[in-house]
């Protein structure tokens, strides 16, 4: 695997998102809402820099099974959200790839009565969306790679890593979770 992104490029741009964030909604209060797992390491360094009230809730969305390196059926579990009534969410995933996750759950959200719903995306990877939808403040534009690091995995390796990687392909073939989960 090679470096996309550095640990240093990552921070440069969460602090990027903040600022952006923070333009867009002022001092109101703010309801980050992450989907699980992927965005974990990005929801817990960009609340750490907004000011501000900030509320968080998470939910969870997969369409990537296994090893699989292309989407497949999404499954949503939206039943954590806590009462978003007038409330100004942002929704913070970890890519965009085809939109498809982001698409419904943001319909979700807008109809549970917020006063607004936007979208954060640390990735938008070029050429793959499905939808007509767009991430309202992204992070990084990527190409069509499958990238692994800051709390993106592959196998449910490799998200532990402070970069963005991108997988060779004997990093897929030979299953890249073995090869990070064996001794020495």
Same mark, same amino acid.
């Given at each position: 695997?090679? !470096?996309?992104?550095? +640990? +240093?490029?990552l921070?440069?741009?969460? $602090?990027?998102?903040?600022? $952006?964030? *923070?333009?867009? @909604? ?22 750490? #820099? ?13 369409? @990537? &099974?296994?090893t699989? !390196? &292309? %989407?497949? #059926?999404?499954?949503? *579990? ?9 409330q ?5 995933d ?5 939109? &498809? !996750?982001?698409? %419904?759950?943001?319909?979700?959200? &807008?109809?549970?009565?917020a +006063?607004?719903? *936007? ?8 050429? *793959? ?20 690091? @800051?709390?993106?995995? @592959? ?18 073939? !030979? ?10």
């Amino acid at each position: 695997m090679h !470096t996309l992104l550095t +640990a +240093a490029q990552l921070s440069e741009g969460i $602090d990027r998102l903040a600022r $952006d964030v *923070r333009q867009a @909604y002022g001092d109101c209060p703010l309801t980050v809402v992450g989907v699980l797992t992927g965005s974990v390491v990005v929801v817990s360094d960009l609340i750490r #820099r907004l000011e501000g009230p900030v509320r968080l809730s998470m939910v969870w969305a997969s369409s @990537y &099974r296994g090893t699989a !390196t &292309r %989407a497949g #059926r999404l499954d949503l *579990r939206l039943d954590l959200l806590p009462d978003l009534t007038g409330q100004h969410v942002l929704l913070v995933d970890d890519i965009f790839d085809s939109g &498809r !996750t982001l698409e %419904a759950i943001l319909a979700d959200l &807008r109809g549970r009565g917020a +006063a607004s719903v *936007r979208s954060l995306v640390l990735l938008r990877k070029q050429g *793959r969306a499905e939808v007509a939808i767009e991430p309202d403040f992204v992070g990084f534009d990527i190409p069509d790679l499958f990238v692994v690091g @800051y709390g993106l995995d @592959y196998d449910g390796a490799w998200r532990h890593l402070p970069h963005l990687a991108v997988l060779d392909a004997d990093d897929i073939v !030979t299953g890249g979770a073995s090869t990070a989960d064996s001794p020495g």
